[in-house]
């Protein structure tokens, strides 16, 4: 069952110490039900720019490598690397480069790029003159990409340049955006007539820290997974503390390692990790695999030579890396080699991906790796919650980050997370460029739209345990009501690995159905055809059986209700990246999935369903 631990020997192992401070809470409890957690652990306020940081580990650290990327120019075969020193002498003549083209408070960077030491380098430029910096995923410009996103992105951003990676691929998408097409365009490599070259944007003089605390250092776009994306306002201040408030859960002297590829985009790659590498005065290896069949290669390639002290991944990249550490000791012993902690965050990880991945270290190290798993939203920092003590239990949200309250509050039949504390937003920007406020209770607590329940309730040590979105849950027909995340989370722990991802729909309907997306390499070891591709895979016999055999199982021990789930469909594709139906942080916009698959939806509740629906 999700959330419990598997039996066996690596339930025995000693875990490899990760370096946690002790945990401080206190709980207040309310006469309305509502529950109050505060973290009492002291945080430091010292850097309060995102640039503070860089500064000071670019005294106290000049030679320690900030951030490296795959060298083109070696054919990838080695690195690009730029140390703290090297790194603040270019970013502060950057800066100056910057203000001489116009930008500043009020206007704002657009970044159209993937991660790079370039898009580091000219962010952290921008940042230090007070201009925000408004990083878009690369698939609002990509060929196929619907041109309205990046219009609706523009029109809130209102921006006074554009940098991109690669002048000629972005071309077509800026040159036909109204607003873009007037600016000027900074650019790395394949630079088009007009485009300014990033190489010889620079300067003679270099500009100090210019940016105050409570200026906009970065304009986030959220999901959209509730409508359009909103622009939340990061401002110095709400950006600088949340890295103290995570850097206060350990007790740890050493930088960290990290080799990731969450995108600068969300606010779980550009501020929970890449800004808190600089905060701490760590290195990132950015990775440009990504957690989905075919692409998640580059990742264990940079695996196999970089051994991180800290990894992070979304679970979509999780349940891909718990494939490979099975089947390749080699990496496996790299992996483990020095890491203290996993974390996952940006959607749940079943509690079966938690458990192969700690056994391979147990095997192979005779040590436990704890698992951790961070709690938020871009409005929060993105890091609210997070899990700071030793555990192996996948679908906890932790506990409030040092400095921070959080409150949860009767809301129907559930407790709705709400939080206080010095990394929330300010709000969002208008279209206009004014402050859209977010949306508050009666006492100031910024409310997530998420249910969430004590996993002990005799314990609150033990951490708060994610309970559905309120927006995704549902009712049947019946007027049964259907926690949709959780249940998502216990079918793909009851599918094995066969399934990377799930959408649950029904409501209005009888019962519960899955739109099921395969995991290929799982699949295929199912299927005993190692050519198969999704689409024959969607109709082999032993596929389709084993997520029967899963479903079946969940069933059994989900009893009666809205926790069973009575028709599953397996999808002859994976999700589409371009459409947003696939975020790049690698899980899936479960309203626009069915939005986008109503004939499958329709399929799945027919009153004669076809041959293809499977009826656990």
Known sequence: MDGERAPGPVRDAPFRDP???????????????????????????????????LDHWAQA???????AERDTAQGGEGWRSVTFAAAQRRIARLATALLALGLGPDRPLLILARNTVDHALIAYAAMRIGCPIAPLSPQYGQAGADPARLAHAAALVGPAAVYVEDGAAAAV?????????????????NLQAGQLDLARLDAAAETGDLARPEQAAKLLLTSGSTGKPKAVICSHANVSFNAAQIEACYADPDPPVAVNSAPWSHSLGANAILHMVVHRGGTLYIDHGQPVAGRFDETLRNLREIAPTYHNMVPAGWALLADALEADEALARTFFSRVRVLQYGGAGLPQSVCDRVCAVAARLTGT?????????????????CNVHWINTRAGLCGLPTPGTTVKLAPEGEKLE?????????????????????????????????DAAKLADPDDPLLGIVFDGRLVENFKLASGTFVAAGALRLAALSALGGVAADAVVCGEGQTGVGLLVFLNLA?????????????????????????????????????GGGAARVTRALIQRDAPHAHSGELTDKGYI???????????????????????????P
């Open 368 to 384: 436990q790796i704890t698992f951790a798993a961070g709690y938020g939203s871009t409005e929060t920092g993105p890091t609210a």
């Open 173 to 189: 998408a800026v040159a036909r955006d109204a607003v873009l097409s007037a600016l000027p365009v900074i650019a790395s490599h």
């Open 522 to 558: 799982r699949a295929r070891a199912v299927a005993g055809d190692e050519a198969a591709d999704l689409a024959a895979l969607a109709h082999h016999p032993a596929v389709k059986a084993a997520v029967q055999a899963g479903l079946s199982a969940l069933n059994r021990d989900a």
């Open 61 to 67: 650290a000049p030679d320690r490598l900030w951030i």
């Open 589 to 615: 916009n479960q309203s626009m999935a069915r939005d986008r698959r109503a004939d499958d939806v329709a399929r799945l509740f027919d009153a004669d369903p076809d041959p293809e629906v499977i009826l």
């Open 417 to 449: 997370v709400r939080v206080k504390g010095p990394q929330i937003s300010p709000g969002y920007r208008g279209a206009d460029g004014g402050l859209i406020p977010l949306s508050l209770d009666e006492e100031g607590y910024y409310r997530l739209g």
């Open 19 to 53: 370096r946690y401070a002790p945990r401080s809470l206190e709980v207040v409890p309310r006469s309305d039900g509502a529950l109050v957690l505060l973290n009492t652990t002291p945080w430091s306020d010292r850097f309060a720019t995102t640039n503070a940081a």
